[in-house]
């Protein structure tokens, strides 16, 4: 066994001396073992599986797969994956990408290296309705027994039974279903045996599922002992019958004699005649006894259920005669090789078999049965396990007593067929690098050596980066494959085949190209605290190189990724790992990567992961507080800083208590998500008194810490309040305005500030400052015919009072007034004149003209003129003689901007208006201007 390799001592002493001796036992070859194995276990459909099998063994042993005892097949779903690790381990893996229920089953791995054979197996359930594989029919023997299994798969499972013809089984003694759903059926009977089965599955929601196998009893036949009699002489006549009594039909019956076929062509049964006597019945006929009918003779019958036969001695004393009369032989190195030397004779003859030693049939030497050379009874010589030295002249010598015997020298000549002194061996290699794959075949020549990976043969014409070397050797021939920058497609199982005239054999080599694992898949995050987040993916291909560990990188959500980023490393064993010392109600983005000994891989997809809140850890920034009034303090302060809000602010609690008391804070709540620039306004306080104030932010976690205490004093006096202001008048470049104190406002004022600014403009507001007894003010240079707003707001030594409501007031003036057409354009064939001077100005200057024009049929206008004309008359040239024009005009005052078209005809040549077209009449009715607008 494995664990008796070691030393030995033995020891020997007595009164006089000792001595001792040693010696190692060592074993060249070891039996497979099995050092990891799976467990049952229920997996869910739709996930990723893996059954894993690791063995060891020298020579290293060789993993395949099965699901109830038939060999799974790969898929696009199931895909194989092996490796060998640097401790001499080979690790097969079962992989599903997307697991079924009809994946569920007897799963077995099992080990094998040529010494020997190790099995595990195990139950994989997925949880599911009911699913019965097919099964295939099976033929059986009648009197033998049957097992059949129920490839069933589904869970939990409640029953599996098994049917016939819709009776449950077992129904009687030689019937039994075990509890994983295995039927046996002993001492098997057609009659009450053959047909139809199914197992029906069932869970514990009334789902089930049903397949059916048909099994055939076949029945085979039964001969009737028969015998010659004991005492036969050359030259009589006899004859025997072989009956067969039971068995199906047809029943094919066959003679022979001395274990060869009795035949017209067999010079060894010439004279014996074979008469079919029925389907069940034969006859041999010898019509004249000779020496060598002597023999055993057997009658075969056979159908499809088997074979039997039933033998019968005829005893004639004869001299020894050739039965097999022995030729040379040659035999393949390592195979067995039998050399017949059969005498026939009464009594038995005797054989004797000798070799000659050396190269010539001389100097013959006896030879003696062992366990490489056997000399059986019949007189056949066997050579087990042939080496070359078995080469040389044989003889075989018969005797009886009767006659002076027969003898015969006969060659063997040794062959070597192709083969392989290792029969597996594993290789890896990093990938990108070239690799020389050599195999040693040892034989006769010629010699032919293939190669073949994963069961294809290997085409160097299909992949230029593979190529074939041979080269003879003194003992056979020795061949390599060469793979330039090798990659994944390039682990597989490599068999190189070596065939001659006298053999065949392979070896294979298992190409394990390594590399850096994929990028960790599924990415997520799991449980997010507002200061860690655990992360959870699913392990990669690895690359062919087991993965050492994980590294999480991670970074805040405004910065990019680099070389030097917080890392966070994981074990190999785990896919999930919790990162700490986070920030609350912060983004962070997360990415994975896997590393073997080759390298690390590409980073996985990033996962975004926002951390939970806490409440605030900062108070409020540069709180301010100043008295509005009397009875009133103006708070305002900046939010907490920026990396202390751990969430969003939602608002603040203002506190204010009489200052140097002990009295509890009064809080008030200001709801508000602001950033900066906060402020409230506290009233109902005491006149000239001094009060404490703190600001606390909150969240939705809650409260932070409050500000440090502000003290400040209410006014002794409040400011005015807002007066009432209204318009006296208006002209075209001015307004007066006045404005009136609010009743029962006893406050003194010490002036005014009036503001006004032009409605719509984006100026600044113009502030003019006036005395405390005046309540009016006119404000001049203002735009002609424009809208301005005007406030008011008082103030004394409490400080500024509220502003009044806006008031908005337009100055006098209106937008241009477009005049009529006979007042605006003279004309005659080819020109026409534009009296711009007819336009009113509405009380605001004209600032300036844009003048287009076109013809009634055309699309693109015609600028004549843009800006202020001084002349107030402008002409147009180069018209058309009859023919209908439209004139547009705009005009432009600080009022605004006025529109308006003309339709008019320049004169024919005979001095006629043209008729103007319905269509364009119906689009100008023919006014004295056609259409005119005014935007202010």
Same mark, same amino acid.
């Given at each position: ?81 092996? +490796? ?613 932010? +909150? ?153 287009? +024009? ?83």
């Amino acid at each position: 066994k494995k664990e008796d390799k070691g030393m030995y001592q033995c020891f020997v002493h007595n009164e006089v001396d000792a001595v001792q001796a040693g010696f190692e036992l060592s074993l060249a070859e070891d039996l497979p073992e099995f050092q990891d194995t799976f467990r049952p276990e229920t997996v869910h459909p739709g996930t990723r599986f893996s059954l894993k099998c690791s063995a060891s063994g020298n020579p290293l042993p060789q993993i395949t797969w099965s699901l109830d005892e038939s060999a799974v097949p790969e898929t696009h779903r199931v895909r194989f994956g092996d +490796y060998v690790t640097q401790a001499g381990v080979v690790v097969s893996y079962l992989n599903f990408s997307v697991v079924q229920v009809e994946d569920g089953g007897d799963y077995r791995c099992t080990a094998n290296n040529g010494v020997g054979t190790v099995l595990h197996t195990a139950r994989i359930n997925v949880p599911g309705r009911p699913v019965v594989r097919p099964m295939r029919n099976l033929t059986v023997v009648a009197g033998e027994i049957i097992k059949l299994r129920c490839p069933v798969a589904g869970y939990p499972l409640e029953s599996i039974n098994w049917e016939r013809e819709g009776v449950r089984l077992p129904y009687n003694h030689r019937q039994k279903v075990h509890d994983n759903g295995t039927l046996e059926v002993h001492h098997v009977e057609r009659a009450t045996d053959e047909g139809p089965y199914s197992c029906v599955a069932k869970d514990r929601e009334g789902h089930s599922a049903q397949n059916t196998i048909y099994i055939t009893v076949k029945v085979k036949p039964t001969i009737e002992p028969f015998s010659y009699p004991s005492s036969l002489r050359e030259g009589q006549r006899s004859s025997v019958m072989c009956t067969v009594i039971s068995g199906d039909l047809p029943i094919n019956i066959t003679w022979f004699k001395d274990d060869q076929p009795i035949t017209a062509s067999n010079p060894g049964t010439a004279g014996i005649l074979v008469n079919t006597v029925s389907d069940y019945s034969s006859t041999l006929l010898f019509k004249s006894l000779r020496l060598d009918y002597r023999g055993n003779y057997t009658c075969v019958a056979a159908n499809e259920a088997g074979t039997v036969s039933h033998s019968a001695v005829m005893i004639i004393h004869v001299p020894p005669q050739w039965i097999i009369e022995p030729s040379e032989t040659s035999v393949v190195k390592g195979r067995s090789a039998v050399i017949d030397c059969e005498a026939d004779g009464f009594p038995m003859p005797r054989i004797r078999w000798t070799k000659a030693e050396g190269d010539a049939a001389r100097d013959f030497k006896p030879v003696v049965s062992s366990a490489h050379v056997q000399v059986f009874e019949n007189g056949s010589l066997a050579i087990n396990d042939a080496k070359e030295e078995d080469a040389g002249f044989f003889l075989c010598q018969a005797s009886n007593g009767i006659g002076q015997g027969l003898s015969k020298v006969v060659k063997v000549t040794v062959h070597i067929a192709a083969h392989f002194k290792s029969k597996f061996s594993a290789e890896m290699i990093r990938k990108g690098q070239n690799t020389r794959l050599k195999c040693d075949a040892t034989g006769d020549k010629p010699m032919r050596i293939s190669w073949m990976k994963d069961k294809l043969v290997v085409n160097p014409k299909q992949d230029p980066r593979y190529e074939l070397v041979e080269t003879i050797q003194t003992t056979g021939v020795t061949s390599e494959i060469l793979i330039r920058q090798t990659d994944r497609r390039d682990s597989a199982l490599f068999t190189c085949v070596a065939t001659n005239n006298f053999g065949h054999d392979d070896t294979n080599i298992q190409l394990i190209v390594q590399e850096p694992p994929d990028a960790p898949q599924e990415l997520k995050a799991m449980e997010t605290t507002s200061r860690s987040v655990k992360l959870v993916w699913t392990a990669p291909y690895s690359g062919n190189s087991p993965i050492t560990h994980y590294t999480v990188q991670y970074k805040d959500d405004g910065s990019k990724w680099h070389a030097k980023m917080i890392n966070l490393s994981t074990s190999a064993t785990e896919t999930s790992g919790t990162v700490r010392g986070l920030k609350p109600a912060l983004v962070y983005h997360f990415r994975v990567y896997a590393e073997n000994r080759i390298g690390r891989s590409d980073a996985s997809h990033s996962v975004k992961v926002t951390t939970s809140e806490e409440a605030p850890g900062g108070p409020p920034t540069k709180v301010r507080a100043q008295p509005t009034s009397s009875r009133s303090l103006k708070i305002t302060w900046n939010a907490p800083n920026k990396e202390l809000h751990f969430g969003i602010i939602q608002g603040y609690y203002i506190g204010y208590r009489v200052a140097a008391t002990s009295e509890p804070y009064i809080y008030k709540t200001l709801e508000s998500e602001m950033d900066a620039g906060e402020g409230c306004v506290l009233t109902g306080l005491s006149r000239f008194t001094q009060y404490s104030v703190i600001v606390q932010a +909150y969240n939705k976690k809650g409260a932070g810490p409050p500000s440090d205490e502000v003290v400040v004093q209410t006014l002794d006096s409040d400011p005015p309040s807002a007066p009432y202001l209204h318009v006296e008048a208006t002209s075209f470049t001015s307004v007066s305005i006045k404005w009136e104190r609010q009743s029962g406002d006893q406050n003194p004022v010490t002036g005014y500030y009036v503001r006004h600014k032009e409605l719509g403009g984006s100026g600044d507001w113009h502030e003019t400052h006036v005395q405390g007894d005046q309540n009016s003010l006119t404000i001049g240079d203002l735009k002609c015919g424009s809208a301005y707003q005007f406030t008011v707001r008082g103030y004394n030594a409490a400080g500024s009072g509220d502003t009044s409501d806006v008031l908005t007031v337009k100055t006098s003036g209106a937008a241009p007034v477009p005049p009529d057409r006979q007042s605006l354009l003279h004309y005659n064939a080819t020109r026409a004149v534009v009296q711009l001077s007819t336009w009113h100005s509405g009380g605001c200057p004209i600032q300036q003209f844009t003048v287009k +024009y076109r013809r009634q049929k055309d699309l693109e206008w015609t600028t004549l003129q843009t800006g202020l004309l001084r002349d107030k008359r402008l002409e147009i040239r180069d018209l058309l003689p009859g023919t209908w024009y439209t004139l547009q005009m705009t005009a432009h005052n600080s009022a605004g901007v006025t529109e308006a078209e003309y339709a008019f005809a320049t004169l024919s040549k005979h001095g006629a208006v043209p008729e103007m077209s319905p269509a364009f009449r119906f689009v100008h009715n023919v006014l004295d201007f056609i259409r005119a607008s005014t935007h202010l």
